[in-house]
């Protein structure tokens, strides 16, 4: 992943919430305010906030950005304590990937539209968080 962009991995739209985005990027984490640009349609869209695991918050394994000021977090239930180091271990493997969860909005109130699964969107640098 190259440096000053982000790629989609999974984005849905949590109705009253906004869209829920998975992210992957080699960023010392996003700033909230944080503008994205998908450079072929140009639309935009604003980071929110960072959303952090329950499930990895409760292992004291999360990783955490300074910059990241908003955030909230998502947990789950599992059956079995077997099940839940398995769900510690993929959410690990996905943070040494890059990956992480954010709310994100578009720019334009008209605009609906959730980015598509695998582009790469810039990171538009702002007065408050530089790239």
């Known amino acids: 992943m190259k440096k000053g962009f982000v790629k989609i991995i999974e984005c849905f739209n949590i109705t009253g919430i906004g869209l829920l985005t998975e992210l992957q ?16 349609t140009e639309t935009n869209w604003t980071i929110t906030k960072r959303v952090l695991s329950g499930t990895l ?24 304590q077997k099940a ?18 954010y709310l994100i ?8 539209l959730k980015p598509e699964i695998g582009a790469e969107l810039k990171i538009k640098t702002t007065p408050q968080h530089r790239v």
């Not at 990027?25 to 072929?40: K, M, Q, R, S």
């Not at 839940?84 to 969860?101: D, M």
């Not at 909005?105 to 609906?112: E, I, L, T, V, Y």
Request: hydrophobic letters at 30%; a negative charge.
């Open 25 to 40: 990027h080699n960023e010392n984490g996003i700033a909230p305010d944080t503008e994205i640009v998908d450079l072929n």
């Open 57 to 80: 918050l409760i292992a004291d394994s999360e990783i955490m950005f300074d910059c990241e000021t908003k955030y909230e977090h998502i947990s789950h239930s599992f059956k079995t």
């Open 84 to 101: 839940r180091e398995v769900a510690v271990e993929k959410e690990l493997k996905r943070r040494k990937n890059g990956i992480y969860w």
């Open 105 to 112: 909005k578009p720019m334009d109130k008209k605009q609906n």
